[in-house]
């Protein structure tokens, strides 16, 4: 059977003692459109230390960009262990734990999250220094909003 390590439990507890207390009181609000849920996911980030570990995994594809790789000729991040990856602080299972404990109190919000991570990790993953810099870099440390969109030539947003 599958158990999660000592360190996907302890943050397990931390997202969902957070998710209770600050998120939970105020789905109702955000769900009937009285406030937006930016605010409280630029806390969440800020308080469970979210945005300082992708902020920091961030700097370090920055510093190798600056050092001569190119975002072509770069390998795709993968879990090896410098806090680079595909997931938080390159850890798949703990973005997995973080969506999980979220979704349990509000899909929404989850939704919120995963558009701003999937811009800013997108950006990140393939951009230039000069992008990262300017873009993934302030979506990463939660002081903008990520957003992502679709299209496709004659299907618009309904790529399907």
Same mark, same amino acid.
């Given at each position: 059977?599958?158990?999660?390590?000592?360190?996907?439990?302890?943050?397990?507890?931390?997202?969902?003692?957070?998710?209770?207390?600050?998120?939970?009181?105020?789905?109702?609000?955000?769900?009937?459109?009285?406030?937006?849920?930016?605010?409280?996911?630029?806390?969440?980030?800020?308080?469970?230390?979210?945005?300082?570990?992708?902020?920091?995994? #961030?700097?370090?594809? $920055?510093?190798?960009?600056?050092? %001569? +790789?190119?975002?072509?000729? *770069? &390998?795709?991040?993968?879990? @090896?262990?410098?806090?680079?990856?595909?997931?938080?602080?390159?850890?798949?299972?703990?973005?997995?734990?973080?969506?999980?404990?979220?979704?349990?109190?509000?899909?929404?919000?989850?939704?919120?999250?995963?558009?701003?991570?999937?811009?800013?990790?997108?950006?990140?993953?393939?951009?230039?220094?000069?992008?990262?810099?300017?873009? #993934?870099?302030?979506? $990463?440390?939660?002081?903008?909003? %990520? +957003?992502?969109?679709?299209? *496709? &030539?004659?299907?618009?947003? @309904?790529?399907?």
């Amino acid at each position: 059977m599958f158990e999660l390590e000592d360190t996907h439990r302890a943050f397990e507890s931390a997202v969902r003692s957070w998710c209770e207390r600050e998120l939970a009181p105020a789905v109702p609000a955000m769900e009937g459109g009285e406030v937006l849920p930016y605010p409280l996911l630029k806390r969440f980030a800020r308080e469970l230390g979210i945005a300082e570990v992708l902020a920091a995994s #961030a700097e370090r594809r $920055l510093a190798k960009l600056r050092r %001569g +790789a190119t975002p072509a000729s *770069e &390998p795709q991040p993968t879990r @090896d262990g410098d806090g680079e990856g595909s997931g938080l602080g390159g850890d798949p299972l703990l973005t997995s734990v973080l969506f999980k404990e979220i979704c349990r109190i509000s899909p929404g919000f989850g939704m919120v999250l995963m558009a701003t991570l999937g811009c800013g990790m997108t950006i990140l993953a393939r951009g230039s220094a000069d992008l990262i810099e300017r873009y #993934a870099l302030p979506i $990463l440390r939660f002081e903008k909003i %990520g +957003a992502w969109a679709l299209t *496709e &030539p004659e299907a618009g947003s @309904d790529a399907f």
